[in-house]
């Protein structure tokens, strides 16, 4: 609440109070009365046994103990999370155990998560020690001989147990629902709404959401098929589409580099004033830029899945690591190169298993991924792994060996300096002009790719090459709306001096568009088999992305959202907060079913596996 004041200083008290003591509170005392559930039975059952043994006690006391560790830990994490994301913590932060060492380093530099660490130690011990206290008594075998009949022992524990259950339901109405992440959304200020959700409440409720079924999965696929204009036959891959050019294929290269957190908010381009991406603006200038481009969730496995292969989110899956995709094959824009020759290889700058990225990639259409093991060992390392211009350095001497082979190659990038709680580097000739440590990292992500740029230009391969810049996502730095656009609005930049007339593009799009852009722009005849189009020759009615189990989708006024059962409409051009649904029913409507069609299309073609080659 405390860190947060701007997104709340314009309400009233009356909606800060009721966050508090009424949603805040239901919320508390239904995850506690879920944490007593089990002492209570065992102490009440021995209570009424007259029963003087200490394993009831004992069983109770560290029950209780072991999952007031687990609440006080998410609690902490839920601070730094929601700072992060805008939303309260989920299953998606156990993704972080995937990478323990890394996680554990992250931990400790990272400022925001070593103070929740910090507090997580503190108020453990301090439970600890509160609950032995209380506990202690209980063993006393006084206690159960004391000479109530069991008549009112009984009685004593009924409207216990009435409570108990009550709490539990967040209820006091037995034909209401029990309590769901609806209940807390009470006003119009998307924070407030928030506020009151318990950080275990949230984690364990974001477990129901893996299922993405808002309609007949055969009405999804229709859907999705009309507006992409498909009228192909192909039963078994319904999305499938040829896709042929006039004029004849150019063999260009292809380097695509994926920038950690490039909100568009961070460039001159979208009215930041201070500085941070004076090389990434110049080169937008030059460029064919699409200003209206979206990321498809706020993950950096949802922006590195879809910009590839051209399949959206599907709720808070990992979008390559979870069971319905990882074994899959995708026939997405490193395969549909490589069939035509090219090479192909991903840069990353730390563990390949981050996200799975090692297990996947290569199996989806790279000859190889680099990963901070193959990085030279004198290159300074952080938490992250190699800083971006060892990236760049090391990109730089394997294209060159591609290049040498004759055959056009493709090269994908993955960065990481502009991540929240990243480090300038100290031993570079690079100093920022701003002190702040959120502007700071985007100085140097910025440096470290124009260096890149200019030793590309000396080669004799630059002339012939498309470089394609786009961000895996945003942050969140606006925070007017429950889904922040500032998180998913990123530039996409397809920089091919010569090649590719500069101008700028005002469709909207999404990462899932750029295979078919970019395959569209080297003319290359192949299926495209993808919900993904090409931006330079047609468009879309919305552009649509996820943040987790959140819906949304974006047209040139209006941006629709959709928190649980929740859908707000506001007018996003004037940062406007009201719900303007129930005067456009209609497009909220349009935008909904555009929504939920596409991304349920794309949770039935990957768990019916037709995403693969036709």
């Known amino acids: 609440f405390a860190l947060n004041a701007p997104l709340w200083k314009s309400a009233s008290g009356g909606d800060i109070a009721r966050a508090f003591l009424d949603r805040g509170l239901l ?9 007593l559930a089990v002492p209570t039975f065992l102490l009440g059952g021995a209570w009424l046994a007259r029963s003087s043994a200490r394993w009831p006690v004992i069983a109770a006391r560290w029950w209780y103990t072991a999952l007031f560790i687990v ?48 507090g997580i130690v503190v ?7 509160m609950l032995g206290r209380f506990f202690r008594p209980l063993m006393d075998p006084a206690i159960a001989q004391t000479p109530q009949r069991a008549s009112l022992r009984a009685a004593g524990i009924v409207p216990v147990l009435l409570l108990l259950f009550v709490g539990m339901r967040g209820d006091w109405d037995p034909d209401d629902t029990p309590l769901t992440i609806e209940d807390a959304y009470f006003g119009e200020n998307p924070f407030l709404n928030q506020l009151g959700i318990n950080a275990v409440f949230s984690l364990i409720d974001s477990f129901n959401d893996a299922e993405v079924r808002f309609m007949d999965d055969a009405d999804a696929v229709a859907n999705a098929r009309t507006l992409l204009g498909i009228t192909s036959n192909d039963v078994a891959h319904p999305f499938a589409r040829e896709v042929r050019f006039d004029s004849t ?8 580099i994926i920038v950690e957190s490039l909100s568009a908010e961070r460039m001159a381009h979208f009215g930041n004033t201070n500085a941070l991406t004076p090389f990434l603006d110049q080169v937008a200038d ?25 399949w959206p989110t599907v709720g808070d899956r990992p979008s390559m690591a979870h069971a319905s995709v990882s074994s899959l094959r995708f026939h997405g824009l490193p395969q549909v190169l490589k069939a035509n020759g090219y090479n192909t290889m991903f840069f990353y700058v ?18 190889a991924m680099i990963g901070e093991v193959d990085y030279d060992i004198a290159w300074k390392r952080t938490s992250w792994g190699v800083p971006d211009h060892a990236l760049y350095a090391e990109g730089l001497q394997r294209i060159d060996a591609m290049a040498a082979t004759g055959a056009p190659f493709f090269a994908a990038f993955m960065t990481i300096a502009s991540h929240a709680g990243y480090n300038v580097p100290t031993d570079i000739p690079f100093k920022p002009t701003s ?6 990292i985007y100085q140097y992500m910025d440096w470290a790719m124009s260096r890149f740029f200019a030793d590309a230009a000396t080669k004799p391969w630059f002339k012939n090459t498309l470089f394609v810049i786009t961000g895996d996502h945003g942050q969140a730095f606006d925070r007017t709306y429950e889904v922040p656009l500032s998180y998913h609005h990123i530039p996409l930049i397809v920089f091919a001096p010569g090649l590719v007339a500069p101008r700028t593009d005002h469709r909207l799009g999404g990462q899932i568009d750029v295979p078919e852009t970019v395959l569209g722009l080297l003319n290359l005849p192949h299926v495209n088999n993808t919900l993904g189009i090409d931006l330079t020759r047609q468009q879309r009615p919305f552009a649509f ?20 059962e929740r859908e707000q409409l506001y007018h996003w051009t004037d940062h406007d907060p009201q719900d303007h649904r129930a005067a456009h029913t209609a497009l909220a409507d349009s935008m909904r079913s555009y929504t939920e069609s596409m991304t349920q299309a794309a949770r039935w073609a990957i768990e019916e596996k037709v995403v693969g080659e036709r």
Request: proline letters at 3%; one cysteine or more.
């Open 435 to 440: 002190s702040k440590s959120d502007e700071d």
């Open 71 to 118: 609440l006080v830990a998410f609690s902490c994490m839920d601070i730094p999370f929601f700072t992060q994301f805008n939303f309260r913590i989920t299953r998606a932060a156990l993704t972080w155990l995937d990478t323990p060492w890394q996680s554990i380093k992250e931990i400790f530099t990272t400022p925001g998560y070593f103070i929740a660490f910090v």
């Open 286 to 310: 030059r460029s064919l830029f699409f200003d209206r481009f979206f990321s498809s969730g706020v993950h950096t496995h949802n922006g590195v899945f879809s910009t590839l292969y051209g």
């Open 249 to 256: 294929a150019h063999r260009w290269n292809v380097v695509l």
């Open 27 to 35: 919320f508390d005392l239904y995850v506690h009365c879920m944490l």
């Open 545 to 564: 992305f996820s943040a987790d189990s959140k819906l949304a989708a974006i047209d040139r006024d209006f941006f629709w959202t959709r928190v649980g």
């Open 350 to 367: 730390g563990e390949k298993k981050f996200d799975n990225m090692g297990g996947f990639l290569p199996n989806n259409g790279f000859d």
């Open 123 to 129: 108020l453990v011990w301090s439970g600890m020690k």
